[in-house]
């Protein structure tokens, strides 16, 4: 018999409300995680991940238990309108050391799920939550086998994902970038692309991105992105032709593809971040990409989520106060998705977007890049902690504008507090990265 009288109704059991259910349970919290999805299927998420969100997993504690399913990729190999770059070395060259995850995202929501209750959360799978209302407490409805159950916990997390409806019945206000781009992905069998190798080409001349992350054993995630005005929409298996075509047209190795045979799903998504600012009211607050869908050109929200979680259960088990706690959260989460959604756009700028003023910044930007990935901003894999200051990006391009004119290097701030001032900060490495004529 399920018990009534929980502390936190957690809405959807994907990476972020299973994470959060697996440290509160810990921590002594009744937990209950409510799962429509009986069994995970391949809804094309994300199997990506990089190593700051590789970080905050082991400070999760969940590391382990999705190691067991994930393949490494140590190395990253950017190409760039056709030109094969350096192979970057991850773990030597990012801050925590670590290389990529790669993994099959309904395997990584079993796994993760099962260690919430493992910790002692309860996880009703094939419920649904039809209802949620902010409060004091707050109610949540939850739909099961045709019966309707009524609950006031002390918190609902609604962790609800990219169309979360939790968000829409409590009235938070969403905003969103342009849509510009379309992400679609496709599980490859028996590929012969290197296996501790993420690729990434780049074509901005079509403005379109291939991806490959290898999950072992000839397994390997693809993504297409190509622009909202292009003729074609990859969508359905008749179109895995055209998806491989198009990922040659970003410049994507086609031996790779030669022996490949696509295994699942391939659907289309428009990849535009939208969020909501300040992701908590009345007793619900929002977690993962019900909070702030990243756009997943960039392949941010699986480590995003993770950094809810552990932001938010951080500020709940040191305060027995869990609305000023929730707020704490809001309040950080809002300065860490800026700064990422900022470099996000600095990248797609420079990486991506087509057109003369497009390629008029590439050209400014291009031949520092040419002297090495290191050149660029580099939050995608470090984190929103980065500090612009180490190495040199900093000395190129990470400069503020001091109250005499003179340029002095930028720091990022450590602390979670302080970090609207590195918004600003990195607002000035953009004008500074994009409106220079002259290089240094
Ligand atoms: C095409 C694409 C590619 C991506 N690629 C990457 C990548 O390479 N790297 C990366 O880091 N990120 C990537 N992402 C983003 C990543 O997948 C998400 O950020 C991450 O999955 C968010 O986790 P979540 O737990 O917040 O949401 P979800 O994974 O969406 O989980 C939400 C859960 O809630 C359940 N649910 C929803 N409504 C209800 C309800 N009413 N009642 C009960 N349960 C409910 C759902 O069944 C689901 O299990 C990609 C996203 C897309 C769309």
């Excluded at 018999?1 to 994470?19: C, F, N, P, Q």
């Excluded at 552990?310 to 709940?316: E, I």
Aim: with cysteine; aromatic share 10%.
């Amino acid at each position: 018999m399920s018990r009534t009288d929980y502390d936190i109704v957690v809405v959807g059991g994907g990476l972020g409300g299973a994470a959060f259910a697996v440290v509160m349970a810990k921590a002594g919290a009744r937990v209950l995680v409510v799962e429509r999805e009986t069994h995970f299927q391949d809804r094309i998420r994300g199997e990506f991940m990089e190593p700051w969100g590789v970080a905050e997993t082991r400070r999760l504690g969940i590391y382990d238990a999705i190691r067991s399913a994930a393949n490494d990729n140590p190395f990253w190999q950017l190409y760039l309108s056709g030109m094969k770059l350096d192979r970057r070395d991850i773990v030597a060259t990012t801050p925590h050391n670590s290389p990529n995850l790669a993994i099959y995202h309904l395997m990584l929501q079993e796994l993760v799920l099962a260690e919430a209750a493992k910790a002692g959360a309860e996880v009703r799978r094939g419920a649904k939550v039809c209802e949620v209302k902010p409060g004091n407490p707050p109610a949540v409805a939850i739909e099961s086998k045709g019966r309707v159950e009524e609950l006031s916990p002390r918190l609902v997390v609604g962790a609800d994902g990219r169309s979360s409806m939790a968000r829409k019945w409590c009235g938070f206000a969403t905003k969103r970038e342009p849509d510009r781009y379309y992400i679609a992905g496709l599980l490859f069998e028996q590929m012969s692309a290197p296996e501790d190798t993420a690729i990434g080409a780049y074509n901005p001349t079509i403005g379109q991105v291939g991806f490959l992350f290898p999950q072992g054993d000839g397994r390997v995630r693809a993504y297409d992105v190509y622009p909202i005005d292009a003729d074609f929409r990859l969508q359905g298996e008749n179109s895995t032709d055209r998806f491989v075509a198009e990922a040659l047209n970003s410049g994507v190795p086609p031996e790779y593809y030669k022996s490949a045979r696509a295994s699942g799903p391939l659907a289309s998504f428009i990849s535009a971040d939208h969020w909501v600012e300040s992701p908590y009211r009345d007793g619900v607050v929002l977690i993962g990409d019900a909070a702030s869908a990243s756009d997943p050109i960039f392949g941010q929200g699986l480590s995003l989520t993770c950094r809810d979680v552990r932001v938010l259960t951080d500020f709940l088990r040191e305060n027995q106060d869990w609305a000023e706690a929730c707020r704490a959260y809001a309040q950080a989460h809002d300065q860490y998705f800026t700064i990422l959604r900022e470099a996000d756009n600095c990248l797609r700028e420079i990486l991506v977007d087509r057109g003369p003023e497009a390629d008029a910044r590439r050209a400014r930007a291009l031949p520092r890049v040419a002297q090495g990935i290191a050149q660029m901003p580099d939050q995608g894999f470090c984190g929103p902690d980065k500090p612009f200051d180490e190495g040199r990006i900093a000395a190129a391009y990470s400069a503020t504008i001091s109250a005499d004119g003179r340029s002095r290097p930028g720091r990022f701030p450590k602390s979670a507090t302080t970090r609207s001032t590195s918004c600003r900060r990195w607002n000035s490495f953009r004008y500074i990265w994009f409106n220079r004529t002259t290089t240094q």
